[in-house]
């Protein structure tokens, strides 16, 4: 399909969203009768410095009518908005209810629907979806010749060749088209991609339908002012993956995995459960020896045994949750090949353990930096090495202006738990790096905890070694939230950070 401002005014009048047409002479319902109105569209974009000759402009979120004032200069054909205007372009203006919702739409229409031509898999949960995604990636890679695309918080793929670091955990609507449309052009058969909640609320995949989605988990995150300002909201938009899927896969038990069944069942969407806990879900995983360094998969009958590089009994959550879906979209799980395939995967800053040659110390560097995910990451740590009654130390921070609620949880999770806490800078952003520490250092309660703030990021982690070293007695080093990023937040810009995994290479050697 070539998109048109005539094509354009269908598509949004089909799903309701056109309001009118302006244009500075007259306002009009038929777009038949503007001029130019059956020429292609060149380009599409949502960012007003990217305007270029016959250029479709959706304006959306934020914007302002000033970004316009030299758009018919650099050749804006039209804008699709929902506001007039007329007061600073000539071109005329789709008037539309909602524009992220047109947004998504007409992407989808300029690039000519590539997720048509896609086996489309979403993966949305409060914790695993990256895990979970470069499981499904791999698994569908080793079966299909390499012909699976991938979007995810860390990088996007979409040739099989190139990985590229991306911005957001799922990319905005036109972003995501463009890129399914590159996927496709490079022989990609499938797309893993996965679903925040914020995705659902601001219509980044609205009139996308995933052939297989995945609910992992739920457990309050993700609630400010700029994203959710509720836990019921939050799971809201999770859920609506659900009526937006043919098939799902879904954590049990879980938290709310009752009413995400019920939703289900309303949209008639057959269900498949995974599970590490409850043996009746329809693919399990279970541990094989004491220090659960491997696990037997099944499906009704036994799948296979598998060692995960990504240590962790929640990441063997994350492998059976991949290997449904990845069955879901065709593929012979019991093919001994797909389930290997997971074996050596490994994730940039999840689960990256190293082991200090100068002292009795281990180094975790992991991306929790929630409730949940530092639950898990401690149970890992007391079981593998309970045992041993390691010092355990915490390093962490939290992010500024979201997510207001992990200052208080990452607390909980960890003070009963950890004898050492050490807070310092995460993606700070515009609030004061000191003023989140200190926040966070109110909320620790165990007087047996030793905690205290290092606001500088690097030498915190290098002061958590040094101590470890002059401990006499085996320390665990968890250093999470940031993973393997080499930038921090701070005032909507990235500042350049050495990465808390390089500096433990570093001082490790
Ligand atoms: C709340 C939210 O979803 N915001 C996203 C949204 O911003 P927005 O539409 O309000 O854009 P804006 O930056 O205010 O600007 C308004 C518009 O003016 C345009 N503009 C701006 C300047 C100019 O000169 N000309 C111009 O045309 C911009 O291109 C934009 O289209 O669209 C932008 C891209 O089009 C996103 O970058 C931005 O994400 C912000 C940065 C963000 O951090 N979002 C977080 C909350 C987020 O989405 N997180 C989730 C993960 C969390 C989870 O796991 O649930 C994610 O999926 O990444
Ligand atoms: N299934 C799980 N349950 C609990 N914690 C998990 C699970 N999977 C991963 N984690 C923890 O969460 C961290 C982030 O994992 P991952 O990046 O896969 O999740 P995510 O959903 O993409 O997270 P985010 O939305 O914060 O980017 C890991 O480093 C690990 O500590």
């Not at 777009?31 to 059956?38: C, E, G, I, M, W």
């Not at 292609?40 to 410095?49: G, L």
């Not at 990609?188 to 980044?204: F, I, P, T």
């Amino acid at each position: 399909m070539t998109l048109t401002l005539q094509s354009a005014a269908a598509l949004l009048g089909e799903h309701d969203l056109l309001r009118e047409i302006i244009t500075p002479d007259r306002w009009t319902d038929f777009a038949s009768t503007v001029s130019d109105s059956d020429v292609p569209f060149a380009h599409i974009t949502y960012d007003s410095k990217q305007i270029k000759p016959r250029t479709l402009m959706c304006c959306k979120g934020n914007f302002k009518a000033e970004y316009l004032t030299d758009a018919d200069g650099h050749g804006m054909a039209a804008y699709v908005a929902e506001h007039d205007y007329s007061g600073v372009t000539r071109a005329p203006g789709l008037i539309v209810n909602d524009a992220t919702k047109a947004l998504s739409l007409l992407a989808q229409a300029f690039y000519d629907y590539p997720e048509r031509e896609l086996r489309l898999i979403g993966v949305t949960g409060t914790k695993g979806k990256t895990t979970t995604s470069y499981f499904t990636h791999a698994i569908i890679n080793a079966m299909s010749g390499n012909k699976c695309a991938l979007f995810s918080s860390v990088d996007n793929c979409v040739d099989g060749v190139h990985y590229v670091e991306s911005d957001l955990t799922t990319p905005e609507s036109l972003d995501a088209a463009r890129m399914m449309r590159e996927a496709v052009d490079s022989g990609m058969r499938y797309l893993v991609m996965e679903v925040s909640s914020q995705a659902y609320k601001v219509n980044r995949v609205y009139g996308l339908t995933f052939d297989a989605a995945a609910f992992l988990n739920i457990s309050p995150d993700h609630i400010s002012p700029i994203e959710h300002p509720s836990f019921e909201d939050y799971l809201h938009c999770k859920r609506q993956i659900v009526r937006n899927t043919r098939a799902l896969v879904l954590g049990v038990p879980g938290a709310y995995a009752g009413l995400v069944a019920e939703d289900a069942m309303i949209a008639n969407v057959p269900v498949t459960t995974f599970s590490i806990d409850e043996p009746t879900a329809d693919v399990t995983a279970r541990p094989i020896d004491d220090e659960h360094t491997a696990f037997m998969f099944t499906q009704g009958q036994p799948i296979g045994e598998l060692s995960l590089a990504l240590e962790g009994d929640f990441n063997y959550a994350n492998a059976c949750a991949a290997l449904a879906l990845a069955q879901l979209v065709g593929i012979d799980i019991h093919d001994p090949r797909a389930l290997q395939s997971m074996a050596d995967v490994r994730i940039a800053g999840r689960m990256e353990e190293t082991t200090d040659p100068r002292s009795d110390t281990v180094a975790i560097v992991d991306y929790a930096h929630n409730y949940a995910s530092v639950n898990a990451l401690l149970d890992f740590v007391t079981r593998k090495y309970g045992a041993r009654r390691p010092r355990i130390t915490l390093l962490t921070g939290s992010a500024g202006d979201k997510a207001i609620d992990r200052r208080k949880e990452i607390i909980e999770a960890a003070q009963d738990r950890v004898q050492r806490i050490v807070l310092t800078t995460e993606d700070t952003n515009t609030e004061d790096p000191m003023a989140i520490a200190e926040q966070m250092l109110g909320h620790v309660t165990n007087p047996d905890v030793d905690a205290s703030i290092i606001i500088d990021r690097a030498a915190a982690v290098e002061d958590v070694v040094a101590e470890a070293r002059e401990h006499d007695g085996f320390d665990v080093l968890l250093l999470i939230g940031k993973g393997d990023e080499r930038w921090i937040k701070m005032h909507n810009k990235h500042v350049p950070y050495e990465g808390d995994s390089s500096i433990i290479r570093r001082l490790f050697g």
